[in-house]
């Protein structure tokens, strides 16, 4: 579900920074960093995108295309663990389980994934693929927001933050109105993005590497081009990108409350 968030975030972004001084806070992958807007810099939480996470967004999909199904995200982030029983969108996920618990999995069974067989199909655009590490949410929305909105004025002009410390630096400064040359802030909480998470197995600088790799490896460019969003969308009766941003019933899927409500 990268690919419908991308979307919804760039019609979120068309619509709300109209201004050169409007600013847009993402990304909503990281539950560390949306936390921490969350809780202590409230008053900068109406710039933050209403989008949940891709793993609940994934999760309430699934369900909603198969009812009864047992959803199992598997992550290199610990904090998606806690993410998964917040009671706002506990419908979502059954059980995380991370990379590390993973590959215990796999050692007990005997289990080599590398010398398998790779499924060949492409679900992901090269856009989507990038989500795993720094700066893969800002090019993935730039393309969507150059393709619904090829004549804006103002541009996306992204900035990137990892890690706790560099979060905090930068929505300081944006509390304190300071101009930061950007309109468009990725935040996540660990270095390098999830690739740098907690429960990895490799070192993130060979993670990101392959990450690239992995991303151009895709036959589809942008989100916009993914014939597998727009089959799921069809499913549950829509055929309009737009509708991700307008409906109803898809905006409660991909949406998240506020603390409190």
Not at 18 to 43: A, G, H
Not at 80 to 101: C, G, H, L, M, W
Not at 135 to 146: D, E, F
Request: aromatic share 8%; with cysteine; hydrophobic share 40%.
């Amino acid at each position: 579900m990268l690919i419908s968030l991308t979307i919804k975030e760039a019609y979120e972004f068309d619509h709300l920074v109209k201004r050169q001084d409007d600013f847009f806070l993402t990304s909503c992958c990281c539950p560390v960093w949306i936390n921490m807007v969350e809780r202590n810099y409230p008053e900068l939480f109406n710039h933050m995108s209403p989008s949940v996470s891709p793993m609940i967004a994934a999760g309430r999909f699934l369900k909603r295309l198969y009812p009864g199904a047992k959803v199992v995200f598997i992550s290199p982030c610990t904090a998606k663990k806690a993410e998964a029983k917040d009671p706002r969108q506990a419908d979502a996920i059954d059980f995380v389980i991370t990379y590390q618990e993973l590959k215990e999995v796999f050692t007990v069974l005997e289990l080599e994934p590398g010398q398998l067989p790779e499924d060949d199909k492409d679900h992901a655009s090269f856009a989507g693929r990038l989500y795993a590490r720094t700066g893969g949410v800002s090019l993935s929305v730039k393309t969507a927001v150059n393709r619904i909105a090829p004549d804006r004025l103002i541009n996306l002009r992204a900035r990137k933050v990892d890690g706790v410390k560099a979060c905090k630096e930068i929505l300081d400064k944006l509390k304190k109105g300071e101009r930061i040359e950007a309109n468009f802030i990725e935040g996540m909480g660990c270095e390098g993005g999830c690739v740098g998470g907690p429960k990895t197995n490799i070192d993130k600088d060979k993670a990101r590497e392959i990450v690239n790799e992995y991303s151009e490896e895709s036959l589809i460019m942008t989100p916009m081009d993914n014939l597998n969003i727009i089959r799921i969308l069809r499913e549950l009766g829509y055929d309009d990108f737009s509708d991700i941003y307008e409906e109803e019933e898809l905006l409660k899927l991909l949406s998240r409350e506020k603390v409190g409500n």
